[in-house]
């Protein structure tokens, strides 16, 4: 049986991939009582701030989208998230994990991210419903 020193422990596994580091602002969008609240505790662990909400007015390094199907139109809420993010900086984008309510079809997370002029690199679990996809300006690969 897991203890919750292990799934600290594996938490801090999945914020090491958005490599983050320490002094790093991150935006978040579409913040809500269900985010997984284990994965924003660790971003802001991995850089020693915390999170800042949609009305931040300065450049950021990193922006995380919650979004679930139903939400408003994810593309929009996509080129808003790229509005204060420094050049070449990532958008992680989670959605529900699929078979669960609300999680949106890889094919809509797609078109939404080029349409807001974005392209999908990866997608990995983050915590017990959510999935992150990575998503960069197209033309770029990490």
Do not use: N
Not at 12 to 33: C, F, K, M, P, T
Not at 70 to 94: E, I, S, Y
């Amino acid at each position: 049986m897991a203890t919750q020193e292990d799934a600290k422990t594996a938490m801090e596994g999945v914020v090491a991939r958005l490599g983050l580091q320490s002094g790093h602002i991150i935006q978040e969008y579409g913040y809500d009582d269900d985010t997984d609240a284990d994965f924003r505790a660790a971003v802001e662990a991995a850089t020693g701030e915390d999170l800042v909400d949609e009305d931040y007015g300065d450049v950021t390094d990193a922006v995380i989208v919650w979004f679930r199907d139903g939400d408003d139109d994810l593309t929009d809420l996509l080129v808003d998230a790229q509005t204060l993010l420094d050049d070449g900086a990532p958008v992680w984008l989670c959605t529900p994990k699929a078979g669960t309510a609300g999680h949106v079809l890889p094919r809509d997370i797609q078109e939404s991210a080029s349409l807001a002029g974005l392209h999908a690199t990866s997608t990995f679990v983050v915590g017990g419903s959510w999935s992150a996809t990575h998503l960069v300006e197209k033309g770029r690969s990490k």
